[in-house]
């Protein structure tokens, strides 16, 4: 059983930044995705980063320039670094990663930014 254990959220002011954490139970390199969704009171949840086994990342219009994935391969980890952040951020974050057309959940990190 894959466990998703996040971890990094709390409450920030307008401009400022984050880093989540995303430690998975096995090798990040069994999985072909990892990414980070977001889901705000009220709304779907959205794809806010994802990167390919190869190393390529995608992003969220929202978020290009101002959030950055990245891999620590030695602690099969995954983390989402989050700069300038805006009240329209404020979301419960999710880790997820797929392999082989499964996909696995962690239980959420809330962010909020407000003054």
């Known amino acids: 059983q894959v466990q998703l254990v996040e971890s990094g959220g709390g409450l920030v002011q307008p401009g400022g930044s984050l880093r989540l954490s995303c430690a998975a139970s096995?090798?990040?390199?069994?999985?072909?995705?990892m990414g980070w969704y977001r889901q705000a009171p009220g709304n779907e949840r959205e794809l806010v980063a994802e990167?390919?086994?190869?190393?390529?990342?995608h992003y969220a219009d929202s978020v290009k320039g101002r959030f950055t994935i990245s891999r620590d391969n030695a602690k099969n980890t995954v983390l989402l670094q989050m700069n300038s952040l805006k009240p329209e951020d404020t979301a419960v974050y999710y880790c997820?990663?797929?392999?082989?057309?499964?996909?696995?959940w962690g239980k959420g990190t809330l962010v909020t930014v407000s003054s």
């Open positions: 990167i390919i086994l190869g190393g390529n990342t």
């Open positions: 096995r090798t990040i390199f069994s999985f072909d995705v």
């Open positions: 997820n990663a797929l392999s082989s057309g499964t996909n696995y």
